[in-house]
């Protein structure tokens, strides 16, 4: 399993790690599929996006295995 990258800070999220990702498709569509490592890099990227109403899920990477 590969290593995400977080899209705000850009800090390592290591395999087997918990991710928050964007709820809004834009965000998760095509190759673009944002991940952040957590909730605070999360809400700095909610201003910019210009998204109409935001929400995040907690992907925990250590129960899918």
Same mark, same amino acid.
């Given at each position: 399993?590969?290593?995400?990258? =977080? %899209?705000? =800070?850009?800090?390592?999220?290591?395999?087997?790690?918990?991710?928050?990702? =964007?709820?809004? %498709?834009?965000?998760?569509?095509?190759?673009?599929?944002?991940?952040?490592?957590? &909730?605070?890099?999360?809400?700095?990227?909610?201003?910019? %996006?210009?998204?109409?109403?935001?929400?995040? &899920?907690?992907?925990?990477?250590?129960?899918?295995?």
């Amino acid at each position: 399993m590969a290593s995400l990258v =977080c %899209a705000t =800070c850009r800090k390592l999220i290591p395999p087997g790690a918990s991710a928050i990702r =964007c709820t809004v %498709a834009s965000c998760n569509t095509g190759r673009l599929k944002l991940r952040f490592c957590s &909730v605070a890099c999360w809400e700095k990227h909610v201003p910019t %996006a210009r998204h109409r109403k935001a929400g995040y &899920v907690v992907e925990d990477k250590s129960a899918a295995e």
